[in-house]
T-cell receptor, first 112, second 113 residues
Framework: SQQGEEDPQALSIQEGENATMNCSYK?????LQWYRQNSGRGLVHLIL?????REKHSGRLRVTLDTSKKSSSLLITASRAADTASYFC????????????FGSGTRLLVRP | EAGVTQFPSHSVIEKGQTVTLRCDPI?????LYWYRRVMGKEIKFLLH????????ESGMPNNRFLAERTGGTYSTLKVQPAELEDSGVYFC???????????FGPGTRLTVL
């Protein structure tokens, strides 16, 4: 199956709540990147975490990486209606290829 | 600093016709990537340029797709002849170095009728 599987596929929360999305992958990686896509628009890069890092923060975003479990999580704190989007994790594998492998994404709905 | 730009934003063509998509990477980025998302499926890698050279074209679906990056600046992706299953969104991304963040353009939505 596709490397980079997000969980859940869809998430609906109230504004102000926290949203957690998970990503699992299969092979060893150089880094893992999270992207957001608003409806019908391009991919916006959120954060990159390298294989030797365990946690990174950017504003209201917190990303963790557990290479032993081959999994990552994206936490959005104090969510806003504007956070409504699809979120994708993408892995860059530890081989000679630099392509990103995307999962199918998590659709987040933040209700006002 | 301008981001990755793509043209056109939307293209509607008939089966059998030819379409050329263009991508302008972020200035100074040697690495340029093409990806696409076809109906209901994951975003998938097509190919990777380092400057004008094709580093990896393992994701190109068949020989109806031709990508070029003459001069190592902008890139074009030509589909000839287009088939119905080519419909989807084609994304371009660029990075300064490999293993760096890949910045994506807004995509070109291709509809083949």
């Amino acid at each position: 199956s596709q490397q980079g599987e997000e969980d859940p596929q869809a998430l609906s929360i109230q504004e102000g709540e926290n949203a957690t999305m998970n990503c699992s992958y299969k092979t060893s990686i150089n880094n893992l990147q999270w992207y957001r896509q608003n409806s019908g628009r391009g991919l916006v890069h959120l954060i990159l975490i390298r294989s030797n890092e365990r946690e990174k923060h950017s504003g209201r975003l917190r990303v963790t990486l557990d290479t032993s479990k081959k999994s990552s999580s994206l936490l959005i704190t104090a969510s806003r209606a504007a956070d409504t989007a699809s979120y994708f994790c993408a892995t860059e594998r530890m081989d000679s290829s630099y392509k990103l492998i995307f999962g199918s994404g998590t659709r987040l709905l933040v209700r006002p | 600093e301008a981001g990755v730009t793509q043209f056109p934003s939307h293209s509607v063509i008939e089966k059998g016709q030819t379409v050329t998509l263009r991508c302008d990477p972020i200035s100074g980025h040697d690495n340029l990537y093409w990806y696409r998302r076809v109906m209901g499926k994951e975003i998938k890698f097509l190919l990777h340029f380092v400057k004008e050279s094709k580093q990896d074209e393992s994701g190109m679906p068949n020989n109806r797709f031709l990508a070029e990056r003459t001069g190592g600046t902008y890139s074009t992706l030509k589909v000839q002849p287009a088939e119905l299953e080519d419909s989807g969104v084609y994304f371009c991304a660029s990075s300064q170095n490999t293993l760096d963040t890949q910045y994506f353009g807004p995509g070109t939505r291709l509809t083949v009728l």
